[in-house]
Each structure stands twice: as C-alpha cells, then as structure tokens.
C-alpha cells in the first residue's frame, strides 16, 4: 500500500528564513504528487501538483517543488516565507491501487509551518 | 462556480446519538473522497465513493460509520452512536476522475467539525 512521510512535524522560522519541507511516498509505480495547504481555520488548498515532465514544478505564493524519482521524494520548498505562510502543509500521492484499478489520494501527517515577524 | 460544500460547519452530539454529515461535490464531479483530521494526525483517508457505488472503503471503522453517495443528492457519511473518540473535523473532496492516469486534483470543502459531549 501507498504511504507518505512528512519528517517535520512542526517547523518555525523566522520572516524571510529560507523553507523546505521534506516528503517522501512509499509506491513503486506511476505517481501523481500534490502539497496542499491549509490556513488556520480553513480547508485544504492547492499549492502545486506534479503529473509529468520538469521535475521542478512552481506552484502558487512563490512555492516550488522538486521530484526526485530516484528519492522517492518531493520536498517544498520557498526561499523567503512571510508571516502569512504560517499554516499547515501536507503532501499528497496519487497512485493506482493495484488490486482495484482506482486511483485514490494518501497524505502525510502534515507539517505545521509557524512564521516569527 | 461553487466548489466542494459541506453542511454543517459545526455538529454536537451527545454520546450515542447519530451524526449525518453531508457533502455536495463540484457541479460535475462524479468522485467523492471522505477524510477525517485529528491533531497531529494529519488526514486519514476514510472512504471513496462514485455515483451510486463504495469503491474503496478501507479507511471506515467497520462498526457505527456508513457512507454514500445517491444518483441524486449529496454524499453522506453518517456515524451511529457517536463516541467521544469520533471528534474530529471530516472533510470531503471531490475530482473530476477524467482519466485514471491523470489523477485530476481533489477539491476540499470546508470540513464538519463534530464534537461529541
């Protein structure tokens, strides 16, 4: 079965600090990889999706993120976060289950990202 | 262009009453995904539903938790005699599913905060 690791579990930086948040997903086949956020209070948003082609892929707000096939990993990263980017980060794989022949969307725990002004 | 909607936003039961929480998809979605967050435990997949039918139903307790998602109408998750433990925010998300090999994103609602008393 598909897995997904965020190693960080709660990061806190300082404005204008520098960001990466590591992923990394447990499936052998053709993945599709996404990170969403999540503002307090809210729900899930999109950031960046990654389907095919440059492994390097830029998404909303400044964020990008690096597919590293042989690492099985897609790392976030931002080269100066801002207050408002404190929220919580999760990583996304979409794969094919094997037995079924359905896609289906496994997240990792998460990563709370907490900005310091 | 209404996204993913989810009634209620907040929902108090007492212990051994019935939860039933609702989610209409994106006009035009056919797949529906259910997730429930816990603190630190980031989303946990819950449940997959197409029009009419469980695709993957992995994630649900097999006891009290029911889902599905009519011809007509909204998804629908509905947990029976609630417990204490059933606290937690679900949330429901819905794709497209064009091509199984795209893995289209998923769009979230805003999440059904249950509080069981």
């Known amino acids: 079965a598909q897995s997904v690791s965020q190693h960080n579990h709660h990061v806190i930086l300082s404005e204008a600090a520098s960001l990466e948040l590591g992923c990394n997903y447990s499936?052998?086949?053709?993945?599709?990889l996404f990170w969403y956020v999540q503002y307090p209070g809210q729900h899930l948003q999109l950031l960046l999706k990654?389907?095919?082609?440059?492994?390097l892929v830029k998404g909303i707000k400044g964020f990008e993120a690096e597919f590293i096939k042989s690492k099985f990993s897609f790392n976030l990263r931002k080269p100066s976060v801002q207050w408002s980017d404190t929220a919580e980060y999760f990583c996304a794989v979409n794969a094919r289950v094997d037995s079924g022949g359905y896609q289906k969307v496994t997240f990792g725990t998460g990563t709370k990202l907490q900005v310091i002004p | 262009n209404a996204g993913v909607m989810q009634n209620p936003r907040h929902l108090v039961r007492r212990r051994g009453q019935e939860a039933r929480l609702r989610c209409s998809p994106v006009?035009?979605?056919?797949?529906v995904y259910w997730y429930r967050q816990l603190p630190e435990e980031g989303l946990k997949f819950m449940v997959y539903l197409q029009k009419e039918n469980i695709i993957d139903e992995s994630g649900m307790p097999k006891e009290r938790f029911s889902a599905e998602f009519p011809k007509e109408g909204p998804s629908i998750l509905r947990i029976q005699q609630v417990v204490r433990g059933d606290s937690a925010a679900y949330f429901c998300?819905?794709?497209?599913?064009?091509?199984?090999?795209?893995?289209?994103?998923?769009?979230f609602g805003n999440g059904t905060r249950l509080t069981v008393t």
């Open positions: 499936y052998g086949g053709t993945v599709n």
């Open positions: 998300a819905s794709s497209p599913g064009i091509t199984a090999s795209r893995g289209s994103p998923l769009h």
């Open positions: 990654y389907f095919s082609g440059d492994p």
């Open positions: 006009k035009g979605h056919s797949h």
